[in-house]
C-alpha cells in the first residue's frame, strides 16, 4: 500500500528543489496550476506558415525544379537532376554492410520484436448474412503508397523509421517511400540501413515542407503518396498540417511526454532518470512526477540534482524541467491516476509496488509502462509497441501509429430481392422525411407490385 502521509507539507526550497517545481494536489489553486503547466499552444507561427506555403505552391508549380533549388538551399546539397536525390539500392545495401556487427544485432532484434507486435494488429475483411439472404460486410485493403519523412543531419532517428516503415509494409503497402533530409550531403548510415532491414521501397534524400510537399503532390522524380507519416521540424509539420485532405497523415505532433506515478517502492535515481529521458529531447519536452511519498519526492529532488551536471544534454534537460516539469504530491494513487487521465499523456509509467490496479483506472494515455523494471526507453526503441504516440492530450481521442493507419475499409452491400422489398420502404419513409423525392424512389422502383403502389 503506497505512503498516505499524515502532513501534507513539501519539502523546503534547496538548490536541488530550485531546478523543478514542486506542487501539492491539496493546495489551493493546484488545480489552475496544473492546467497552465499542461498546456500546450499547438498553433503555428505565422512566419513559419507563410513560408511553408510559398514552398507547397513553389513545389506542386515547379516540381524537380523546385526541390533542386530548395535542397541546395537548405540543406546546401547541389544537384543537377533529381534523380541524383534518391538514394540507389546498392548504397542501402552498402549501408548495411558498414554497420558493425554490434549495431546490426540491434537493429535486426528491434525490428523482429516490432514486427512480431504489429502483426498481431492486422483487420481482416469480414462479411455477414442478415435475414432476407442479403450480404453485408467490409473489405479491408492496403493503401498503394506511403510517404514516410525521417529526420536527417544530427537528428537521425533510425528507430523512427522502423516505427514507421514496419506497420506500413505489415499492413501490406505496395510501396513505401521514403525522404530523409541530408544537411551538407552527410547521409546516416544507420539510417540508410535500417531503410534497408524495413524493406522501404525508394528513399529520397529530400526534407522540410518542400518533402512533404513533393510526397503530396509528386514530381517528375518523386512519386504522389497517399498518407505521409513520420515526425518533423516545425516546418514539417505546417507543411502536414496545410497538405492534409490532399493525402492523409498521421497526426501533428507535439512535445515529448512522461508522466511518471511511483510510490515510495520506486528508485529515486531510475525516477529521474525517466524524467531526463523525455526533457533531454527539446526544451519544451514535460517531465512530470505525481507520488503519494514525501519521502520519495525528496529523493527525486537530489537524484536531478546530483544527475543532471553530468547529462551530455544537462543544459536542455535543465531548461526543459524548470520550464514544463514538475514533482507533484497527491494525495493517493487514485488521485494520481484522475490527474493522469485529466492530463492524457503521451508517455505514462507506474512505477509502483502492484501497477496492474492502476493500469485499469486509466482511461487516457498513448502507452502505459507497467512497473519498476519498464522504462519508457525499452517503448522506444525495441519492446515491439509503436513510438508515434499521441501527446499534448491528443491521447483522448487517438491512438499510437499502427497497422491500422496503413489499412482504409471499404463497406460492400449486397441486397437481394427480398432485401430490396423489406428495406425498400423503410429507407422510402426516411428520404421523404428529408424532402429527397430521387432517393425515396429509386428505393420504390425495387419494390414488389403491391407494396410500390402502397408506398
Known amino acids: 500500500m503506497a505512503e498516505r502521509p499524515t502532513t501534507r507539507a513539501l519539502p523546503r526550497r534547496t538548490a536541488a528543489s530550485s531546478l523543478v517545481r514542486t506542487f501539492d494536489s491539496s493546495a489551493r489553486g493546484f488545480d489552475a496550476a496544473l492546467a497552465a503547466l499542461t498546456a500546450f499552444d499547438a498553433s503555428s507561427d505565422p512566419s ?33 537532376h533529381a534523380r541524383a536525390l534518391e538514394v540507389t539500392r546498392a548504397e542501402l545495401v552498402a549501408a548495411w554492410k558498414a554497420l558493425g556487427a554490434t549495431e546490426r544485432r540491434a537493429l535486426q532484434a528491434a525490428h523482429t520484436r516490432i514486427r512480431e507486435y504489429h502483426e498481431r494488429q492486422v483487420a481482416k ?35 523512427s523509421l522502423l516505427m514507421n516503415a514496419v506497420p506500413a509494409k505489415v499492413a501490406g503497402v505496395r510501396e513505401v517511400v521514403m525522404v530523409v533530409p541530408t544537411p ?64 492523409g497523415i498521421d497526426m501533428i505532433a507535439g512535445p515529448s511526454e512522461i508522466l511518471v506515478i511511483a510510490d515510495d517502492s520506486a528508485n529515486p535515481d531510475w525516477i529521474a532518470m525517466d524524467l531526463f529521458s523525455q526533457a533531454e529531447h527539446d526544451e519544451m519536452a514535460q517531465s512530470i512526477l505525481l507520488t503519494p511519498s514525501l519521502r520519495l ?23 526543459s524541467l524548470a520550464t514544463r516539469g514538475a514533482l507533484v504530491r497527491v494525495k493517493s494513487l487514485a488521485e494520481a491516476c484522475a490527474i493522469a487521465d485529466r492530463i492524457a499523456p503521451e508517455h505514462l509509467e507506474l512505477a509502483v509496488r502492484e501497477p496492474r490496479p492502476l493500469v485499469e483506472r486509466i482511461r487516457h494515455a498513448g502507452a502505459i509502462f507497467v512497473g519498476h523494471y519498464t522504462s519508457e526507453t525499452l517503448g522506444d526503441y525495441c519492446a515491439g509497441s509503436n513510438h508515434v504516440l499521441p501527446t499534448a492530450r ?3 481521442f487517438s491512438s499510437p501509429l499502427g497497422v491500422y493507419d496503413f489499412q482504409k475499409r471499404t463497406s460492400v452491400i449486397e441486397v437481394t430481392a427480398r432485401g430490396a422489398d423489406a428495406l425498400g420502404g423503410i429507407a422510402s419513409v426516411l428520404a421523404r422525411a428529408e424532402g429527397l423525392e430521387a432517393h425515396a424512389r429509386a428505393a420504390e422502383y425495387r419494390l414488389k407490385p403491391k407494396r410500390r403502389g402502397a408506398a
Open 48 to 80: 513559419i506558415e507563410s513560408a511553408v506555403a510559398k514552398i507547397i505552391d513553389d513545389v506542386r508549380r515547379d516540381g524537380d525544379r523546385a526541390l533542386l533549388e530548395y535542397t541546395r538551399r537548405f540543406d546546401r546539397v547541389a544537384v543537377r
Open 125 to 159: 475483411s469480414w462479411q455477414f448474412t442478415d435475414e432476407h439472404g442479403s450480404k453485408l460486410g467490409q473489405l479491408v485493403r492496403p493503401l498503394d503508397r506511403a510517404g514516410l519523412y525521417v529526420p536527417g543531419g544530427k537528428a537521425a532517428y533510425p528507430s
Open 184 to 247: 551538407g550531403g552527410e547521409r546516416n548510415t544507420l539510417v540508410l540501413a535500417a531503410a534497408k532491414l524495413a524493406g522501404v521501397d525508394r528513399v529520397f534524400t529530400i526534407g522540410g515542407a518542400q518533402a512533404v510537399a513533393a510526397l503530396a503532390y509528386g514530381t517528375a522524380t518523386v512519386p504522389a503518396v497517399d498518407k505521409i507519416t513520420g515526425p518533423g521540424n516545425a516546418y514539417v509539420a505546417a507543411a502536414k498540417r496545410r497538405v492534409f485532405g490532399t493525402v
Open 297 to 319: 519526492l525528496t529523493a527525486v529532488q537530489s537524484a536531478i540534482a546530483r544527475l543532471l551536471p553530468g547529462m551530455a544534454r544537462h543544459e536542455v534537460i535543465a531548461k
Open 394 to 396: 491528443t491521447a483522448r
